[in-house]
């Protein structure tokens, strides 16, 4: 059993909110740690989509009244979006008795319908936490190769070798696919969002373009955007976008398109062990995104995360900027020795960033000229932990 980082967070958010809400994909774990919290409290777990259990809230303000002083989790919220009105209503109730915390953990695997549906009706009743992949913070440091080449879904990182873990994934795309899309409402063949998804792989961490995309898959671009969009909402692809202010410089508008996790990458690449990825040329995008997803995932709450690119050459891989702070640039390379290009510095002037690092898989830290530190995930990861947890800068006194 891995100790999940966000446990502690969602302790806190139920003791805070009547309702909480904890959004990721698939198999990711949400279920896992929901039944571990709930473990120690008297509380009641529905699978809504099993039949039996939607059978018991065929009434649901009866059933769950009945339930008041217990913690009740609904899986796979999104697939009963009318239970949003009903909820609403038993938790005013239960505020005008006292209760008011902890009443619904609620999961859910389509952040897009969640949100949309709950916003309307549970406006200040819920919270929101996110639950993602296994990440560096969770394991020792002798497992993050492996997290690397497997990916943070915890049944193909526990698997007992490379192989069984491919397969997982393969089989895990393949249930996407057919099953929980189509059951989403969408009318999207199989076929041509695997091709899709396998595109995107095949471009980690480069920029959108989306003409090339509906080329290689004889559609138009609106279709290619509501692929996207979709891939997006099943937290199954990351859209970063470029940063912006007026630097008098020509900016890239197009965002950076990463398969969020790098496992998934490297199965819809077909790629299987650290053999088979160090030899191809996807290892510098795919360490890219394993890198960006886990600084974006470990830090705090209202972080925006963006990149940098110019005309001229000028670039910034990550562009991190923490709640009430200034940015920090962030270069990832995957090399024991990396070198800064003059890209970098010249990006660099234009953002003025608080902080320069350089992230490496190496192990020890040290500091290259003009301020630049080089670090690994886990330091980096730790050191935005630190400064994300300091009181912001007042920017009114010096």
Known sequence: MISRRLKPHLNSLLGDYPAVALLGPRQVGKTTLALEVAGKIDSIYLDLESPADRAKLDE?????????????????????????????????????KGIKSGRFLLLGSASIELLKQSGETLTGRIAYLELS?????????????????????????????DGKSLVWRQNFIRTYLERDVPQLGSRIPAETLRRFWVMLAHTQGGLLNAASLARGLGLDGKTIAKYLDLMVDLMLVRRLMPWHRNTGKRLTKSPKIFVRDSGIAHALL???????????????????GFVVENIINCAPADTQASYYRASGGAEIDLILTLPGRQ?????????LAPKLSRGFHSACADVKPEAKYVVYPGSEGFTMANDVRVTNIVELVAEIGIVGARPARDPLRP
């Open 327 to 335: 940015p920090w640039a962030i270069e990832i390379k995957r090399s």
């Open 133 to 161: 992949p296994i990440d560096v913070t969770e394991v020792g440091p002798n497992v993050h190769d492996q997290l690397w080449i497997r990916g943070g879904f915890p049944e193909s990182l526990l698997q007992k070798d």
């Open 270 to 288: 077909g790629l299987g062990s650290k053999e088979d990825v160090l030899g191809h040329p996807a290892v510098g995008p795919t360490w890219e």
């Open 60 to 96: 649901p303000e009866l059933y769950l009244a009945d339930h008041e002083n217990k913690l009740v989790i609904l899986d796979e919220i999104q697939r009963v979006p009318e239970l949003f009105q009903c909820l609403r209503g038993l938790i005013d109730r239960g505020r005008r």
